[in-house]
């Protein structure tokens, strides 16, 4: 612990091996904390946040006078994290200010899948943030799970299929119209993914990414992989559940995509539905989801923690930024 912060706790915590999940963070008590305190104290204090990240995986600063977009925008500077530009995400979201995004924008009704950002596309973020300006009516969470705990949940049920999963990978399919479709999770369009209205930009873009491209009359067919599910992280020594597989095949449904054909094994067979469905469980049951307060920052690690977001009823406004 530093000095000018504290660690507190929230009911919806989890420990493992002795470690709270998320670890929260707040001022110290009756001590009035302006703004420009708390980004001059994320500057000092980068070496023991950064530390505590690494330790949970998850750091929830609340309590803190983070107001509105631009507040947020400070905050992620004061961190210092080089900016991930979105390119090749599924979700439809706009930027707000510098490097300020609005978290998924698809309907209140709908539950946006655990997954880990990105985690079908080799660029991917290493540290995302989400900042609540608004507090949901109600629902609205934002679930978070730790990926190693599912690895090994996946790996003693289910050896033959983590071993299938680890020898050939996932293949990701998605068919993208050619603007953003604001009424699907995955209603991203080609030319916002690849930042360009340009077929051939476009192309070269997506093999730069390791994706293929198969142009439809009103839109893409993108073709990802064979890609890694499982990954090794040397720093804690640990396998990781890095993958989009739940959320593609319980998820990617809208008009052109059918979520079952979004994602196969590596050798294009099929996945067993029964495992995705108990794995999707055991997302649920490992995951910790606390209430949004307005000002919360949330920064996850997110090789080590995958999140979701629960349907609810407006208002709600949160914010996202990924780092490299």
């Known amino acids: ?186 209603g991203r369009g080609w030319k916002s993914t690849f930042m360009t209205k340009d077929k051939s930009i476009a192309e070269q873009r997506a093999t730069k990414l390791g994706m293929k491209l198969e142009w439809l009359e009103d839109g893409v067919k993108s073709i990802m992989g064979p890609i890694p599910a499982i990954k090794y992280i040397s720093t804690t020594q640990r396998k990781i559940w890095f993958n989009s597989m739940v959320a593609a095949y319980t998820g990617w449904e809208d008009a052109r995509n059918d979520p079952v054909k979004a994602v196969t094994f590596g050798d294009g067979s099929p996945l067993p539905a029964d495992i995705i469905h108990d794995c999707l469980k055991i997302l649920e049951e490992e995951s910790v989801a606390f209430p949004w307060r307005k000002g919360d920052v949330l920064l996850l690690d997110n090789l080590a923690v995958l999140h979701s977001r629960k349907s609810f009823t407006p208002p709600r406004r949160v914010l996202a930024s990924l780092c490299k």
């Open 1 to 186: 612990m530093s000095g000018s912060l504290v660690e507190t706790q929230i009911p919806q915590q989890k420990l493992y091996s002795g470690i709270q999940f998320p670890l929260v963070i707040s001022p110290p008590p009756a001590v009035p904390f302006t703004f420009s305190a708390l980004t001059k104290t994320i500057e000092a204090e980068k070496p023991y946040l950064d530390a505590q990240l690494r330790k949970s995986g998850a750091v929830l600063l609340r309590g803190f006078p983070v107001n509105t977009a631009s507040d947020f925008n400070d905050v992620v500077e004061a961190f210092g994290f080089e900016e991930l530009p979105y390119v090749g995400g599924a979700a439809p979201r706009t930027n707000v200010v510098g490097r300020v995004f609005t978290a998924n924008e698809s309907p209140p009704d709908q539950k946006i899948p655990f997954h880990h950002e990105m985690a079908q596309v080799p660029e991917y973020p290493s540290k995302l943030f989400f900042f609540c300006e608004v507090e949901p009516g109600s629902g609205g969470e934002t679930p978070i799970v730790l990926s190693h705990i599912v690895y090994e949940r996946m790996k003693e049920k289910y050896p033959e299929f983590v071993n299938k999963l680890e020898e050939h990978g996932l293949i990701y399919n998605r068919v993208l119209g050619e603007d953003d479709d604001p009424s699907s999770p995955i």
